[in-house]
């Protein structure tokens, strides 16, 4: 193929145990999906209403470890602590009762958010895009597969910046489990396999500075390392 310059080289994460990395192809995010944290963004989640979704660049997932610039533009970058989802395949209209055999394993994140953007997106009715999908915005664990650790439905979900507990819930509290997130992503977009779910964050959100160190877990799972630069 002659390309007019080299192409980039594609995103990927490593597997927990494993040489091999899992190739990235989209990331997408559900919003809302812990009712008390839609509570603390002034929203309500009533009687199930259908799934708010945004998506992220998939080189914005920045790996186990490194360094995170803070972004430019934001005077207020927040953290979101998410289990991630990773699929190994896809389609389109898939039932909830097979949306498990996509999945290739999970893993632990940060949806990191410009809020004041975001804020402002929403005052105008605008999309959130400024706010959610910058460079460096997805900090992602390494992977486990799920043929490992099986589909956690309950697992201890937690964010300690500087040592500290942030946000501390199970993912058992999720409105939308993983099989009805895939299920519904798979009504609006065609899965495919290399895509990542980011599943929504309980209450505790709160403000990322320069210099704080950053400590997410999925217990039994995933643990996600880093420092805000």
């Excluded at 997408?28 to 259908?50: K, L, P, S, T, W």
């Excluded at 992977?143 to 507990?165: F, K, Q, W």
Aim: charged fraction near 25%.
């Amino acid at each position: 193929m002659d390309y007019v310059f080299a192409p980039p080289i594609a995103p990927s994460l490593p597997i927990a145990g494993s040489s091999a990395r899992f190739p990235l192809r989209r990331v997408f995010c559900i919003g809302r999906n812990y009712a008390e944290h839609a509570r603390e963004m002034g929203a309500e989640v009533a009687n199930r209403a259908a799934p708010v979704f945004f998506c992220k660049p998939a080189d914005g997932v920045v790996g186990d470890g490194a360094d995170v610039p803070y972004p430019s533009a934001t005077a207020d970058l927040h953290h979101e602590v998410e289990m991630v989802v990773a699929l190994a395949a896809g389609g389109r209209d898939v039932p909830a009762g097979r949306a498990l055999d996509l999945v290739f394993g999970y893993g632990v994140g940060l949806d990191l958010t410009r809020r004041d953007l975001q804020a402002v997106a929403k005052a105008r009715s605008l999309p959130w895009d400024v706010a959610k999908a910058f460079d460096h915005s997805a900090p992602v664990s390494p992977l486990r597969r799920a043929t490992e650790i099986g589909h956690p439905a309950r697992a201890r979900l937690t964010l300690e910046v500087n040592g500290s507990v942030r946000q501390d819930a199970d993912i058992a509290d999720m409105v939308f489990a993983v099989p009805e997130i895939v299920a519904e992503l798979s009504k609006l977009f065609e899965l495919k396999a290399g895509d990542l779910i980011f599943t929504g964050t309980p209450a505790g959100v709160a403000a990322l500075a320069r210099g704080d160190r950053f400590r997410a877990e999925l217990a039994g799972v995933a643990v996600l390392e880093g420092r805000i630069v």
